[in-house]
């Protein structure tokens, strides 16, 4: 039997039809070793921003099926140039939306969810030697509309139908030839990361580390699904996201990386005893609003002071329905901050680990860098700092945990 593999392109890849072209060409060569080929695409280029600013022209909350139904539109049109510029090279190939491929979701707008795939339809155009192009992103629900996976969702599409369609490994193509230890426009010594574990990649994805979508990986790590990330039109090895990466003892941070777009709501003067964070925070996830962390505090003897962090996309709602409940229980006073970043170091054995927290504090404050507040999980240590300082700390924790020799040691 032939193996199936899935190939996945982003928007930078695809910016022109140059670009496609090339793709195209990558495309066939992998055809013609005797594979069969499954490729996922993104929306050309900024697309998907250019129609989002369509839709926020005409209205600042733009009805969410008819946003689906905007910007799913991106994604078929790579997927029709992609399939002409294979044929154009002698190649048999063909063009599947999410209805075609089967892609089915939940019903939240903007934000579906992976039901199942019905891969039939893909099997079928397989097994007839074409090569199969499915437009990334997007899906259909149970009243067969068209719904959208959330931001950067082509890979988790991706991944799910090399899940489905029990492929070796899936392949995303980029523009970064792989995950570096700290973003390499910041620091110029950063490396590359040859191998790395789902749980460490899943953080640094959900952290802010552009290269996939975190979603894509915790659907990857379920299912044993190696990825491998690299650059579309060069010629690094990339890296592999594979279980455990054994690192040498004295490796303990992968990377470090951060979030620019965070912002803090804090509620102040909030009478203790009150179900304010049940009503709260049940309202926020009826909006679907992913609340980062939440911090509460003594204020004075009655009262106490609440705060959480959202992304600066979900803050204008989150203050709306703040403000809601707040006006209902009587709170003293709502602050709120959107200059805020959130940089974190990240490694398989952080908690194993003594010492590495204060390590972090350590350099941080001889940089002369404010910690706000501090989070931690099993792999990671977050702070969350002033924006404007946020180049130095990456700096600071990088130089602090060596990572520039870390390629050596793996
Ligand atoms: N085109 C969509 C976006 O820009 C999906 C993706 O690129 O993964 O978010
Ligand atoms: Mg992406």
Not at 348 to 377: C, P, V, Y
């Amino acid at each position: 039997m032939k193996k199936i593999v899935v190939q996945k392109y982003g928007g930078s890849s695809l910016s022109t039809i140059g670009k496609v072209k090339k793709i195209a060409k990558k495309i066939v060569a992998r055809f013609k070793e005797g594979n069969q080929i499954v490729v996922v695409v993104s929306a050309m280029g900024n697309e998907t921003n250019r129609l989002l600013k369509l839709a926020y022209r005409i209205s600042p909350s733009p009805d969410k099926r008819e946003l689906d139904m905007l910007t799913s539109t991106g994604e078929q049109v790579s997927i029709a140039l992609l399939a002409m510029a294979i044929h154009i090279l002698g190649n048999e190939a063909i063009s599947f939306t999410a209805r075609h491929a089967g892609i089915l979701t939940d019903g939240k707008y903007t934000r579906a969810r992976l039901i199942k795939i019905d891969s039939q339809k893909i099997e079928k155009a397989l097994n007839l030697g074409k090569i199969v192009i499915v437009a990334g992103f997007q899906g259909i629900n149970h009243h067969d509309e068209v719904t959208t996976l959330g931001r950067g969702g082509s890979d988790l599409s991706a991944v799910a139908l090399a899940v489905q369609l029990k492929a070796d490994l899936c392949e995303i193509y980029t523009d970064v030839d792989g995950v570096y230890t700290a973003n390499p426009k910041l620091i110029s010594e950063a490396q590359r990361i040859p191998r790395i574990s789902y749980d460490e990649m899943s953080e640094m994805a959900a952290l802010g580390a552009q290269v996939m979508h975190h979603r894509a990986i915790d659907l990857a790590r379920k299912y044993h699904l190696p990825i491998i990330v690299k650059s579309t039109f060069g010629s690094s090895k990339g890296t592999m996201i594979t279980k455990e990466v054994p690192m040498l003892e004295n490796v303990i941070v992968r990377g470090v990386t951060y979030q620019k777009n965070v912002a803090r709501i804090t509620l102040q003067g909030v009478k203790k005893n009150t179900d304010l964070a049940c009503r709260l925070f049940e309202d926020l996830a009826k909006e679907n609003i992913v609340i980062d962390s939440i911090v509460q505090d003594l204020y004075n003897q009655d009262t106490v002071t609440v705060s959480f962090i959202v992304t600066e996309e979900d803050f204008m709602p989150s203050l709306k329905i703040t403000k809601e409940i707040a006006g209902k229980i009587g709170v003293q006073k709502i602050h709120t901050d959107c200059n805020l970043a959130k940089v974190s170091i990240v490694g398989d054995s952080i908690a194993k680990e003594s010492g590495i927290a204060s390590r972090m504090f350590r350099a941080l404050s001889r940089a002369g860098i404010h910690m706000e507040t501090i989070n931690t999980s099993r792999i990671r240590i977050s702070c969350l700092i002033k924006l404007s300082q946020l180049d130095q700390a990456v700096k600071a924790l990088h130089d602090e945990f060596e990572l520039s020799k870390i390629k050596k040691e793996i």
